[in-house]
Every structure is written in structure tokens, then in C-alpha cells.
């Protein structure tokens, strides 16, 4: 691994440990600026391959967007080549504050470096829509205001997908750092042994962590594509499919979304890495392992399972009339639309075969929902995550016990392991703030103009990484027509939910800018 | 004070404390079911009393209606008489369990037999309605299934808004034992001498309280009484609109509630003895002492009025019309307007001037906000209460600093005190049940066969106290319409709502039917 790249790593690791603020035995030092602009440098380049890859594809096509695409890596490459030289001298050292501000200036840099292509091509020629579709691209969210999505050139459409691949892998490996919130720190998910973090052993440790989880992610990537391929798709058609999948993205490569392919067998093979991909990604590492007893106890798996199935039934009961006649075909359209919605929204990928809209009302609140549990912790999927939702209810019921049993200790167990009490009164202050932006986000969406149904399934859709939402925002609609002002602040949203909430909001807390 | 009066207050007060489970210190023994019997006989020779009091109501009004009270006080006493005969010989014996029954079923016994007026009369000839409508009364929520109020007697409007009053009246008793969850036990709040709760000085300390505050409740009702008596209503209706303000219920004796008395001084008097009484009773006590440094300190009211005053010209901003010329009536009118529904959405009363529900659909949201977040602990609102709200917030605030300062102390703070971290928990955790049971009973309201905004707003609306709600169940409509099974649903959660949540979930739990 090049120095630059293991900077990369070592940066993104303290300052997620810093912006979760949970292994304060860590001693952090100071950044500098000099040391902020080398590590956007770097970013750029990656970026600047990433951009170089779609013009590959351009190439193959034979399509005059090539010119945008190496227009962009251009820039992308000359920016980030002059910020790593005016960095070149700096040191290894990590500020308190600029934690935050780095991690979350990060998804603002790669989307307006990203959204060069879409805007100089006049593919998207709104600024403000080229933003939203570019985070939403890397945010994994998947919102798109594009009223015809064919219409795209391939490079267009490949980096379109590309940004979501792109996202979910970065998202991935901070989520190395950010699960230590749970308690559990990465070290001890990815490997058996006791590891006291002492600064030089995390070089080797985040390192090697990342490259199998890469490993995962590009075999789940690969896997997909082969599959979707010899169900009929074209190569081009399944890689872009299974980067919007893994990612738990949602971008297609046609308006119809995933309708487009009436094919049992494909929408099958995406259902099930849907659901794959909403799992933790660790516990692939533990299958290869053999040590599935750690799979087999991992609450957090079986809750995601047990809710994503349960969902599916009720709404499967939902749609069969049960007047008439059942016959197979029927009851196995129901039963698809049914678990393929609730897949592609629980792990907020997005992905659309039925217009849920259309649906009994009541199925809307169930979709909401799972729209606002998401799946596990330590995949691609956005939302709460489901170990928050089952601590939260755990620690209810255990309130319930509490009052019967006022002076016996009953403590919250997860996984088999006692849940420290701090780490549930975090997770409670998690789920409620939120809530709160929940809230809050509706109330500025329907300030803004947007209609009641609109503004609460767009807010929670945006803010969970989903994508399509109610109303005109279905699955079936798109957020073109929405106020200049509301794609903003949705764009905005996507960043709050993606970094968890605290990183991007700890910069409008005075507490941030006071000494 | 009676004896069995002393039972009452005995009984009420430890098994409050028995459902909060917050003294562990404290005594409990096993109880008998003869204890409840004579418990329930008491309370039914208290209904007894009240239904004697609307018969003379009849009386005065010459109504043939009399003859169903005198039935309906006649077969309460029976029964009464009854229990308590049966319970002679009950030890003061208190059991875990059979609290959370017995404060439960004693909204439940109150309503069975507060029914008994309307339904033998046929005022309310469905045996469904005359429950939903009583124990909206009780539970002071206010939700009503009437569409012609003024249709009824005399005696039957007098009987509705004094069901308000006697549930306000008990849950200001119950609160004596439900504020020690805030950290604050009611002795502390009511005597500044520190108490050891001691089995025996519990007598005289709950009796003494008990008093004041009824005193306190009797004060605001006779002052707001005679001030719209003097404002032109009729002591009669003086008398009603009195009774549901000051339990914060919101029954009225006209159809188009306090929209019929077109007059500035009735509605701003009841504004402000809405407001006054959506704040803690103890702090009138502080007054009456003179100790106005206690209420100067006091978070709870301070948030609880900025919240009301911003909500309020927000909802002002959005009524007038800045294009055309400003006049001093219309913007009073739009004043007086925001500011009573905010005021009675806030305090949970469900009085209205205005139908909100034409009103910018933001306004709604921000209407929703203060009917989950409630007025004061220690007053008649429902909902979550202010108090909850503020250390939620400074909790999520604390979690920003603690970021920050990873090493520092940073203890939440209200009102002066440091607020323990169990307490915190115990507070998240309840407006996460809170918020859950929400988006749960919404969803069961949906599938009940209820409108997408029906069910938003009739949930939130009942499970707060509230009243009126959103759609056709607005402050203009009603809950006449919906089915049977969301009436008795809704009777349940406001149950559930005006009892705190645990108190009736906890019978629903496999822990409480275990040994």
C-alpha cells in the first residue's frame, strides 16, 4: 500500500475515532491544514481515477461524453496534485474540531468534483440538480431527479452508478471506526485476539481490516454481476445494477427501475443481495472463518430477518383477495413486489418493481418503518440500523422488568454480551435525535412547499439513504419537480444521515466553535 | 379526613409508587383482592356523589334526565356498598402486581358506571360511543363522538365536563407519586423540610399535599368561573368551559366549542387559565409561599412558555397577509387565534376558535410538535411533558460536548440540579416508547380502516389527551365516524397515555404474568 493511501486510512480512522469520541486512550494530536489539503489531494486522485474509469467506458461506446469525463478527471487531477504539494511537508497530526469538519467536507468535495461530468455535458443542466444527484450518489441514497434516466449516454449512466460503488465502499471502511459506538470495537469483530490500540498497531490492524473488507465488498460486486449476466442482462446492465445493490444505492440504469427486467429469476437475484448486502459485514468475514456460532448469535442478524419477513407478510396478506380464487402466479407476484419492496426500502437500496403508492395506506406507515430501522450496522445501509432498534427495545422491556423487580439487576444483553449503560443511554439519545431531525426535516420540506405526504416520505427517505419516498416521490416518481430550496436541504440531509447525525451536526453546535 | 378516604389516599399513593418502582426503600407487602374490592367500593361511593350532583343539576333545569342519574348513582352505590362489605375485614396489604391493575381498571370501573347516564337515556344510545365519551372525559382528553352537543340535557353537558374534572382532580393526586421518576419526590417539591419516607409520616404528608392541591385546583376552577361569568357566559356554561379548562379536557357545551362566544375577553380568559393550567400545581404553591426563586429556576416553565410563544408567532407569520394592508383587528384576530390553539393543543385541553385544520399544512406539523411534547409534569396535561423534552435535548446537547471533551465531567443539569444518569435513561427510554406507541397505534388506525391524516392526528390527539386531531377529526369535526374497533382502540390508548405508558403496557408484558 502507497504512503498517501496508508495516510488515507490512518486519517480516516482518528478522526472517526475522534468524532465518536469513544476511545479517548488514543492520543490525538493537532492537524494542521497542510495536512487536511494532502488528504483532500489524495481523495481528489482517487476520484480523478474513478472519473477516468467512466471515460473508459465512454470510450467503449464510442460517445462524445468522453470529452466531459476526462475534462473533469482533469481538474479533479490538477486540484488534487496542487493541494498534496502545498501539503507535502505536513505532519501527522490530528485536531479535535477538524475531525468533523473533514469527514463531512469530504462527501461535500468528491460530489462537487463528481457532478463535473453531469453539468459540463448539459446531461443534468441544472447546478443544483447535477449536486443532488451526484450526493445522492455517493451518500448511497439514491434520490435522483432525473425524468428520464435512458436518455443518459452509457459513461453518464456508468458513473452515475459508479459514485454509489464508490460511496458504499468509503462508507464501509469508516464504519470500521464507528463501530467501536456499539461497543464493539473493529479490532475485536475482525480478529479473535485481545488488542490493546496502542498507535502503532493500528497501521497494520486498519489495513489489513480494510483489505478484507474490500475483498468482501468486490466478491459480493462480482458474484451479483455473473449472476445478473446469465439471467439475461448485459454486462454493462448487470455491473451497474450490482453497484447499486451492494451499495445499497439504488440507481438503476432504466427509468422503470428494476420493473424493466420482468424476470423472476433477476429479481430474485437481487432481493436475496439486497439482503445480503444490508448484512454486517463482518460476519461474511466470520463465515469464511468457519466460525459460524458467532453468526448464529449475532441478535442483530436475526432481528433484521425477523423484521424484513414479517413486514413481507402482512403486506403480501395485504394484497391477495382472498373473494376470489388463489392461483400461484398471483399469490407469487404478491409475494415478490411485496419482499422485494421491503428489501430494497429496509435496506434503503431503493430499487423499485411495484409502485408502493398504490398500495393500501396502511402499508405506507410499514414501509416508513422499516425506511427508518434499515438494516445492520456495518454494511452499506443507511437509517438507524437495527442493533439501535433492538437495544432500544430491549432496554424498554427491561424497564418493564425493572418496575416488577425494583431491586434485582437485570442487565441489557446483546449478542450474549452486558450492554454498558452508557453505551444504551447513547444509543437512546441516537435513536430520539433522529427522531427529532425527523421531525424537524418535515416541518422545514413542508415550509418549503412541499405537499404533507411528499415532505414525510422524502425526509425519511433522504435521511435514511433510501431514495424514493410518498407521494410524487415514489418509487414510480422522482424529486425533479421539487423547489430549488428543498433539494438543498434534502441534499444536506442525505450528508446528516449518512455521517450519523453527530459528525455533521456537531458543526452547527457553539460548543464546536467555542475554545 | 374518613377512614376510608385515608385507605384511598394509602392505597393511591403506594401504588404509584409501586408502578414507578422509584423507592425500593419502601415497604410493599402482598395485596388482597378483598384490599381492592373495598378500594373500588370507595371510589364507586365517590361516583355515586358526582352522579347525585348532575342529578341535582336536573333538578335545577327540571329535566326528565334526572330519573337516569338517580339510576344510575343507585346502582353505583349498590354496588359500592357492596365491595366495601365484601372487603370489611382487608388488611393494608399491598401487592406488586395488582397495582398496576387496580390504577388501571379504577379509569375503567370509573367509566363503566360514568356511562350508565347516557346510555340508559339514549343520549348516546351505542354502548361503544358512551364508553369512547366517557372515558374521554376521564382521561380528560376531550375526544367526542357528538354530533349535535346542544342536543343534549342539562343535566348530561353538566355530567360530561364533570368527568373532566374528576379525572383532572385524580390525576393530580396520581402525579404526587409520579413526579419522584423526575428525580424530585412530591415531599421535596411540597415541604422544604428533608422527609425520610417513613411508613408512618406517609399519612399525614400525602393528606396535607392532597389538600393543597386540591385547593389549588378548586381556585383556578372558581376564579375562571366567576371572571367568564362576569365576561357574559351563564354560570352554567361559566361553570362547564371551567371544569374542562382547568383539567385541561376540552368538552365545551357548544357545538362550535368556544368559537360561540364571539367575544375577546371570554377567549383570552381562557387562554390564559389554559396556559395556567398546563403548569406544575406546585409551583402555585411556591407562590402562595412566596417562594418565588423556586419557580424563577424552574426549566420546565421556561421552556414550556418559549415553546408556546414561538409556536405561536410562527403559526401568526403564516396567517397574515403581508401583501395587502395590515390592520390592528386582523392581526389580533390571527393573534388570538394561533394563540388559543396553540395554547389548547399544548396543554392537551382540545378547546377551539379556529379550524386549524384549513390552516398552511406546516402549521400542522408545528401543531403535531406541541400535542407529543405536552405542557408540565405535575399539572392535568397529557403527553410526554416539557420536562421530559428539556432533558432530552440537553442530553443530545451533552453528547455533542462530550465529542468535544472526551475527558470532561459534563453533568446534565435542570433546574439548578444535576440530573442522575439512570434518570436520564429512564426519561429517553420513555419518549422512545412514547414515539414508538405512535407510529404503532397509527399504524393499527390505518388497518382499522382510517384515513392517513385521520390516523396521524386521532392518534397523537388520544394518546396525548388532546382531543381534536387532524382531517374529519379536527376541531370542527368529530370521532363520530370512524369504526368500532378504532373507538375502543382509541379509548385504550388514551388510557394508556393518561396513566404514562408503563402503567398499562406493563399488563400487556410476559414479565407481569410471570412468577
Known amino acids: 500500500m502507497s504512503p498517501d493511501a496508508r495516510d488515507v486510512l490512518y486519517v480516516v480512522k482518528n478522526i472517526s475515532l475522534l468524532i465518536i469520541g469513544h476511545l479517548p486512550d488514543i492520543e490525538f494530536i493537532k492537524m494542521n491544514y497542510k495536512l487536511i489539503l494532502r488528504f483532500f489531494g489524495t481523495l481528489l486522485l482517487v476520484e480523478t481515477a474513478a472519473l477516468l474509469i467512466a471515460a473508459l467506458v465512454s470510450l467503449i461506446y464510442k460517445e462524445h461524453d468522453i470529452v466531459y469525463f476526462l475534462i473533469s478527471s482533469a481538474i479533479s487531477f490538477v486540484v488534487g496534485i496542487s493541494c498534496i504539494l502545498s501539503g507535502r511537508n505536513a505532519k501527522l497530526q490530528i485536531g479535535k474540531r477538524e475531525g468533523s469538519l473533514v469527514v463531512t467536507f469530504t462527501w461535500i468535495v468528491f460530489s462537487l468534483f463528481g457532478l463535473l461530468p453531469y453539468w459540463l455535458s448539459g446531461s443534468i443542466p441544472s447546478f443544483t440538480d447535477a449536486f443532488f444527484e451526484t450526493i445522492s450518489g455517493f451518500t448511497t441514497t439514491g434520490a435522483s431527479i432525473l425524468n428520464n434516466i435512458e436518455e443518459l449516454s452509457y459513461g453518464m449512466l456508468f458513473w452515475r452508478s459508479l459514485t454509489h460503488w464508490i460511496g458504499g465502499l468509503g462508507i464501509i471502511v469508516l464504519s470500521l471506526a464507528l463501530l467501536p459506538v456499539f461497543g464493539m470495537s473493529a479490532t475485536q469483530l475482525f480478529a479473535a485476539e485481545a488488542a490493546g490500540p496502542t498507535k502503532d498497531k493500528i497501521h497494520p490492524k486498519i489495513n489489513e481490516t480494510a483489505k478484507r473488507l474490500f475483498l468482501i465488498y468486490l466478491l459480493l460486486t462480482t458474484a451479483q454481476t455473473v449472476l445478473l449476466r446469465i439471467g439475461g442482462m448485459t454486462w454493462f446492465d448487470a455491473l451497474c445494477q450490482s453497484f447499486g445493490t451492494v451499495a445499497t444505492g439504488g440507481f438503476s440504469t432504466k427509468q422503470a427501475s428494476i420493473a424493466y427486467w420482468d424476470s423472476a429469476y433477476i429479481q430474485y437475484i437481487i432481493i436475496i443481495f439486497m439482503i445480503l448486502s444490508g448484512v454486517n459485514f463482518s460476519l461474511y468475514y466470520f463465515g469464511f472463518k468457519n466460525k459460524f456460532s458467532k453468526i448464529k448469535e449475532n441478535e442483530e442478524l436475526k432481528y433484521y430477518l425477523i423484521l424484513l419477513f414479517s413486514a413481507t407478510i402482512v403486506i403480501v396478506l395485504s394484497q391477495i383477495d382472498f373473494s376470489s380464487a388463489l392461483s400461484f402466479s398471483k399469490v407469487e407476484q404478491a409475494w415478490r413486489d411485496s419482499l422485494f419492496t421491503v428489501s430494497s426500502l429496509m435496506t434503503t437500496t431503493g430499487f423499485g418493481t411495484a409502485d408502493y403508492v398504490q398500495w393500501h395506506h396502511f402499508t405506507w406507515i410499514i414501509l416508513l418503518i422499516v425506511m427508518i430501522t434499515?438494516?445492520?450496522?456495518?454494511?452499506?445501509?443507511?437509517?438507524?440500523?437495527?442493533?439501535?432498534?433492538?437495544?432500544?427495545?430491549?432496554?424498554?422491556?427491561?424497564?418493564?422488568?425493572?418496575?416488577?423487580?425494583?431491586?434485582?439487576?437485570?442487565?441489557?444483553?446483546?449478542?450474549?454480551?452486558?450492554?454498558?449503560?452508557?453505551?444504551?443511554?447513547?444509543?437512546?439519545?441516537?435513536?430520539?435525535?433522529?427522531?427529532?431531525?425527523?421531525?424537524?426535516?418535515?416541518?422545514?420540506?413542508?415550509?418549503?412547499?412541499?405537499?404533507?405526504?411528499?415532505?414525510?416520505?422524502?425526509?425519511?427517505?433522504?435521511?435514511?439513504?433510501?431514495?424514493?419516498?410518498?407521494?410524487?416521490?415514489?418509487?414510480?416518481?422522482?424529486?425533479?419537480?421539487?423547489?430549488?430550496?428543498?433539494?438543498?436541504?434534502?441534499?444536506?440531509?442525505?450528508?446528516?444521515?449518512?455521517?450519523?447525525?453527530?459528525?455533521?451536526?456537531?458543526?452547527?453546535?457553539?460548543?464546536?466553535?467555542?475554545?
Open 374 to 515: 434499515g438494516a445492520s450496522a456495518g454494511s452499506t445501509s443507511g437509517a438507524i440500523k437495527m442493533v439501535r432498534i433492538v437495544i432500544v427495545f430491549k432496554y424498554c422491556y427491561y424497564e418493564f422488568k425493572r418496575i416488577i423487580h425494583p431491586n434485582a439487576v437485570l442487565p441489557v444483553r446483546y449478542s450474549g454480551h452486558i450492554v454498558r449503560e452508557d453505551v444504551i443511554t447513547r444509543v437512546l439519545a441516537f435513536v430520539l435525535l433522529y427522531l427529532i431531525t425527523i421531525a424537524f426535516g418535515i416541518l422545514v420540506l413542508n415550509i418549503s412547499g412541499m405537499g404533507f405526504e411528499e415532505s414525510i416520505g422524502g425526509l425519511i427517505a433522504c435521511l435514511g439513504g433510501v431514495g424514493p419516498g410518498l407521494g410524487e416521490l415514489g418509487p414510480m416518481g422522482n424529486y425533479a419537480a421539487i423547489p430549488d430550496f428543498s433539494k438543498w436541504f434534502l441534499s444536506f440531509i442525505m450528508l446528516v444521515g449518512r455521517l450519523e447525525l453527530f459528525t455533521v451536526l456537531l458543526l452547527f453546535t457553539p460548543a464546536f466553535w467555542k475554545k
